[in-house]
């Protein structure tokens, strides 16, 4: 926040400091979206307590000014005049249940910045969600998604039943947008990830780091989602055979959800006569079992083996070290969202029928060239 004047009679927080804050969130159009210097910093600048600070946000918050994110601070909303008097914008947000998957953190971040972002547009939405399950036909899934009453419907699909009704469908009364799912349907909007993409930079990385022997672990295609595994295991498969680096036949393993299982491949690898000195774990949700696979063998990360692993998930931030991840940037594809919505609702020309969002590599402590030496670190 600019132009915010230091305060330092600590008692003048519900005072000036509130006032400042108000005018400027008020005042500027621009801030909404945008986040607010932390407690600690707000605090440090005008000599008060983070506890005064806080009782301050709060009083923000209550106003509506701004919303408190887990995890992320204190996010400046959308003002609320602007709503008043105005239909929310209904919109249904589908799950595919199908294969029973839907326990993920994958689908629940999502879902949490969907209701977040949802709050920060330029018209109100109020959003609607549940679990379904798609048989693959098209009369019986089409009467599924007449039961809620909606301006547009946004599914997430996890199913082949799912993905083959989406393909499908033709233009019907209400917009139905796909989300984390690359169509072929010439007629559906889609927001998506570059799956592709983010497995070309995870995979050159480690390969500019001067490995050559690289494995990648990958959940077989029933448990995973919208083909996602094949699209993984192709892209690291091109990378590595344009580098002339194809050095096993079980360099690609697919496998179950279990430790067991991925624990027995893991050991594989890292016995055989020339092991891997990287691996490319294909889901965050395999992340756990990986590492614990390589405690076991004693194998430390990164100096016995580099690690890096699809998916910003809460262990990649929490392990020592701190694990390398191709991050989806969910926010961007969320905020794309909201955009396809409103432009296809609105009948604007530039509406697009894809939105492919681009991952970001994000490196930390777990991958160096191998034969790293750990000594006098």
């Known amino acids: 926040m600019a132009n915010i004047k230091p305060i330092s009679n600590t008692n003048a927080v519900y005072g000036e400091l509130l006032a400042q804050f108000q005018k400027q969130i008020k005042e500027n159009h621009n801030t909404a979206g945008s986040m607010l210097p932390s407690e600690k910093e707000i605090a440090q600048q005008h000599g008060i307590s983070r506890w005064a600070v806080r009782e301050m946000l709060a009083r923000l918050a209550e106003e509506g000014l701004v919303i408190k994110i887990a995890g992320k601070g204190t996010m400046v909303r959308e003002r609320e005049e602007r709503h008043v008097g105005r239909t929310p914008v209904v919109i249904d947000v589908i799950i595919d249940n199908t294969n029973k998957l839907y326990a993920n953190e994958y689908a629940t971040n999502f879902l949490q910045r969907i209701e977040m972002h949802s709050q920060l547009m330029r018209r109100p939405f109020r959003i609607d969600c549940r679990l379904a399950d798609f048989t693959g036909q098209e009369d019986v899934d089409r009467e599924m998604l007449r039961q809620v009453r909606a301006d547009a419907s946004v599914i997430m699909p996890f199913s082949r039943q799912c993905r083959g009704f989406l393909e499908m469908l033709g233009k019907g009364d209400r917009l139905i947008v796909a989300l984390a799912a690359e169509l072929s349907s010439k007629t559906i909007p889609q927001v998506f990830v570059d799956d592709v993409d983010g497995v070309r930079q995870g995979t050159?990385?480690?390969?500019?780091?001067?490995?050559?022997?690289?494995?990648?672990?990958?959940?077989?295609?029933?448990?995973?989602?919208?083909?996602?595994?094949?699209?993984?295991?192709?892209?690291?498969?091109?990378?590595?055979?344009?580098?002339?680096?194809?050095?096993?036949?079980?360099?690609?393993?697919?496998?179950?959800?279990?430790?067991?299982?991925?624990?027995?491949?893991?050991?594989?690898?890292?016995?055989?006569?020339?092991?891997?000195?990287?691996?490319?774990?294909?889901?965050?949700?395999?992340?756990?079992?990986?590492?614990?696979?390589?405690?076991?063998?004693?194998?430390?990360?990164?100096a016995d083996i580099s690690l890096i692993s699809y998916d910003d998930v809460l262990e990649s931030r929490v392990y020592e070290p701190p694990v390398t991840v191709v991050r989806q940037p969910i926010?961007?594809?969320?905020?794309?969202?909201?955009?396809?919505?409103?432009?296809?609702?609105?009948?604007?020309?530039?509406?697009?029928?894809?939105?492919?969002?681009?991952?970001?590599?994000?490196?930390?402590?777990?991958?160096?060239?191998?034969g790293f030496s750990m000594e006098g670190i």
């Open 204 to 302: 050159r990385y480690l390969l500019h780091l001067g490995h050559r022997r690289i494995a990648m672990l990958v959940p077989t295609e029933y448990q995973y989602r919208n083909g996602h595994s094949r699209l993984r295991q192709d892209a690291f498969m091109a990378v590595m055979r344009q580098a002339g680096c194809i050095w096993s036949d079980r360099m690609v393993q697919h496998t179950e959800t279990e430790y067991g299982p991925i624990r027995s491949v893991v050991t594989q690898w890292m016995q055989c006569d020339t092991p891997p000195t990287a691996i490319f774990v294909g889901d965050g949700n395999w992340l756990s079992p990986v590492k614990v696979a390589l405690d076991l063998l004693g194998k430390r990360v990164p």
């Open 331 to 370: 926010d961007t594809a969320v905020r794309r969202l909201f955009e396809t919505i409103l432009d296809h609702l609105e009948g604007r020309p530039e509406a697009r029928l894809q939105q492919r969002v681009a991952p970001e590599l994000i490196v930390r402590g777990s991958s160096c060239p191998p």
